[in-house]
T-cell receptor
Framework: AQSVSQHNHHVILSEAASLELGCNYS??????LFWYVQYPGQHLQLLLK??????LVKGIKGFEAEFIKSKFSFNLRKPSVQWSDTAEYFC???????????FGSGTRLQVQP | DAGVTQSPTHLIKTRGQQVTLRCSPK?????VSWYQQALGQGPQFIFQ???????QRGNFPDRFSGHQFPNYSSELNVNALLLGDSALYLC????????????FGPGTRLTVT
């Protein structure tokens, strides 16, 4: 069975600080990896995805993530956060051929102006 | 281009009652998944429908059932409601062939009293 761990449950940063949110998954085979964001009062939106190829993927709003296969990790990064990045961030995994997404428990990011 | 829509937005039910939630997928999508998101948690996969059939099911009891219509819209039914069923119910759609990218609706907030 797949599982996803997000180690940081609540992160507080000041504007312009750098961000890194951890995501580890447990699954022995090939996986598809996603980061979703949920802004206050809004629905889940896809930030970025990794299926194959270059392990450094870039998403919307300046976010990027790096897939490290040997560490079963897919950490999300942003060099300089803005107040508008305040949201909940979810890492998700599925294996090719499987239809369900397995989500982590989420990380609440609070950016202080 | 309409995204995923869900109705109703909010719902309050009493223990033991039954509820039906509705979802219309994004235009061009034919596969619908349902997720339950409890407060402070990541979404948990309930089941997925494609070609009007349940294709995969998560770890949810038979009280949770669904349906997909010829126009690809879907319903989630929950019988014999428990207090623990209180959650945000999310619908996600995707193209059935190939794409692993799912688009989420705004959700239905169900409160069971």
């Amino acid at each position: 069975a797949q599982s996803v761990s997000q180690h940081n449950h609540h992160v507080i940063l000041s504007e312009a600080a750098s961000l890194e949110l951890g995501c580890n998954y447990s699954y022995g085979g090939t996986v598809n990896l996603f980061w979703y964001v949920q802004y206050p009062g809004q629905h889940l939106q896809l930030l970025l995805k990794y299926f194959s190829g270059d392990p450094l993927v870039k998403g919307i709003k300046g976010f990027e993530a790096e897939f490290i296969k040997s560490k079963f990790s897919f950490n999300l990064r942003k060099p300089s956060v803005q107040w508008s990045d305040t949201a909940e961030y979810f890492c998700a995994v599925n294996a090719p051929g499987r239809r369900a997404l397995t989500f982590g428990s989420g990380t609440r990011l609070q950016v202080q102006p | 281009d309409a995204g995923v829509t869900q109705s109703p937005t909010h719902l309050i039910k009493t223990r033991g009652q039954q509820v039906t939630l509705r979802c219309s997928p994004k235009s061009g999508h034919d596969t619908v998944s349902w997720y339950q998101q409890a407060l402070g948690q990541g979404p948990q996969f309930i089941f997925q429908y494609y070609e009007e059939e349940e294709r995969q099911r998560g770890n949810f009891p038979d009280r949770f059932s669904g349906h997909q219509f010829p126009n690809y819209s879907s319903e989630l039914n929950v019988n014999a409601l428990l207090l623990g069923d209180s959650a945000l119910y999310l619908c996600a759609s995707r193209e059935g062939s190939g794409s692993y990218e799912q688009y989420f609706g705004p959700g239905t907030r169900l409160t069971v009293t």
